[in-house]
């Protein structure tokens, strides 16, 4: 994938709710704004026989939300998370703006070049514990004593057997893997899948609810520079994104995951965690604007969709190749068996799909008193061949 314009990101139409899923996506044209070309990639890489070393462009990858606008960079919001390259890249991951969100400097840090392939793995907590996260009832000593959590670190007075005050000390949060944390009990999600119908030309189209972005304290626009930042009640100044969000946050859109995190491989080699302590999606950490033509919806819900996306931002010619599935480049890293394709999770998407359509089905037919009739997979398209 390319682009030949300005600033534009695509998303995948798979998504990360839960585990450990992995993608990689293999460099084929940058370079540095002063170098680069204004033909059409198209005709510099007819010219030079080869798909690399065109010098154009840049790129930047990651994950994103939902509520991440295609105009706006990965990595440049609170809604992604993203690995950059261009001529102004000394680190991975030296965003606008996530630079100075929870990065850990990788381990060979450096300028990506044409021809690099960086795999990368995202890591997410039960959604078990992302509901308990969401609703403020979550309890790290209870519910996931084994999840890191942060960036905030509390403390708790320690037993002492002298009269008076007793120090404090911090807690001790040990970094195992979510995916380590054996199986759980699927929770109960309530998922409305509603998809409202559109008459179009001739044609109905099924419409999705759009979630809205929080602008003042999501946006590209530093906290400590925005006038309308939710201040936190303590300081009475805007909430410190590296120091003051946990997943007990009095504003639930700085909600952090528990044991989530974002690693990178260059070439097959770790480059280590370059992301920690995402940012909750699931409501009312993430909502859709009831004011409009959407007043019918009276509390923020879960339409299925919210999750981490993979994501890609291009610019002015820079491009490049993913693989969800694979053949990968490299593969995934058999040192983490827990981890799978998004190849694999695509596949169970539709899985779901079709199993809420046969639900919605069945469920019409008794709220109607009629019939409902469920057909097998495959069986539509059969007729129509």
Same mark, same amino acid.
């Given at each position: 994938m390319n682009g030949e314009t300005?600033?534009?990101?695509?998303? !995948?139409?798979?998504? !990360?709710? /839960?585990?450990?899923?992995?993608w990689e996506t293999k460099i084929i044209s940058t370079a540095p704004i002063k170098e680069l070309s204004t033909e059409p990639l198209a005709v510099t890489q007819n010219r030079t026989k080869t798909m690399t070393d065109t010098g154009r *462009? #840049?790129?930047?990858? *990651?994950? !994103?939300?939902? /509520?991440?606008?295609?105009?706006?960079?990965?990595?440049?919001?609170?809604?992604?998370y993203g690995i950059r390259t261009g001529s102004s890249a000394s680190k991975y991951g030296n965003g606008n703006f996530q630079a100075q969100f929870q990065m850990v400097n990788p381990i060979n840090p450096g300028q990506l070049k044409d021809g690099d392939v960086v795999g990368l793995m995202i890591t997410l907590p039960p959604l078990e514990i992302h509901q308990k996260v969401a609703k403020g009832t979550f309890d790290h000593a209870t519910d996931a004593p084994h999840l890191k959590i942060g960036p905030k670190q509390f403390k708790k007075? #320690? %037993?002492?057997?002298? %009269?008076? %005050?007793?120090?404090? %000390?911090?807690?001790?949060?040990? /970094?195992v893997d979510a995916s380590k944390s054996g199986p759980t009990? &699927? &929770?109960k999600l309530d998922i409305i899948r509603d998809r409202y119908p559109v008459y179009y030309k001739g044609n109905i189209y099924h419409e999705s609810s759009e979630y809205t972005p929080i602008a003042h304290d999501m946006s !590209?626009? &530093?906290? $400590? =520079?925005?006038?309308?930042?939710?201040?936190?009640?303590? =300081?009475?100044? &805007?909430?410190?994104? @590296?120091?003051?969000?946990?997943?007990?946050? $009095?504003?639930?859109?700085f909600r952090? @995951?528990?044991? #989530?995190?974002? /690693?990178?491989w260059l070439n097959g080699e770790y480059q280590g965690v370059v992301f920690e302590h995402? @940012?909750?999606?699931?409501?009312?950490?993430?909502?859709?604007? =009831?004011?409009?033509a959407k007043k019918q919806i009276k509390e923020p819900y879960d339409d299925g969709t919210l999750g981490y996306y993979p994501a890609i931002s291009t610019y002015q010619g820079g491009a490049c190749a993913v693989r969800f599935d694979e053949p990968f480049w490299h593969g995934v890293p058999k040192d983490r068996p827990e981890a799978r394709s998004f190849g694999v999770r695509y596949k169970e998407q539709i899985a779901e799909d079709e199993t809420a359509d046969r639900v919605d089905e069945v469920a019409w037919g008794i709220h109607s008193g009629a019939e409902a009739h469920v057909q097998a997979p495959g069986t539509v398209a059969q007729q129509e061949a």
């Open positions: 300005g600033h534009f990101t695509t998303k !995948a139409n798979v998504f !990360a709710r /839960e585990g450990t899923f992995y *462009g #840049s790129l930047m990858f *990651g994950f !994103a939300r939902r /509520e991440h606008h295609y105009s706006q960079l990965v990595g440049v919001n609170r809604y992604s007075p #320690s %037993k002492s057997t002298s %009269k008076g %005050k007793g120090k404090k %000390k911090a807690v001790v949060v040990s /970094e009990v &699927p &929770p !590209a626009v &530093p906290i $400590e =520079t925005s006038k309308k930042a939710t201040l936190d009640p303590e =300081t009475g100044k &805007p909430w410190d994104v @590296l120091s003051d969000v946990h997943p007990n946050c $009095e504003i639930p859109h952090t @995951l528990p044991g #989530s995190k974002i /690693e990178m995402l @940012l909750a999606f699931l409501p009312p950490c993430s909502f859709i604007d =009831t004011s409009g």
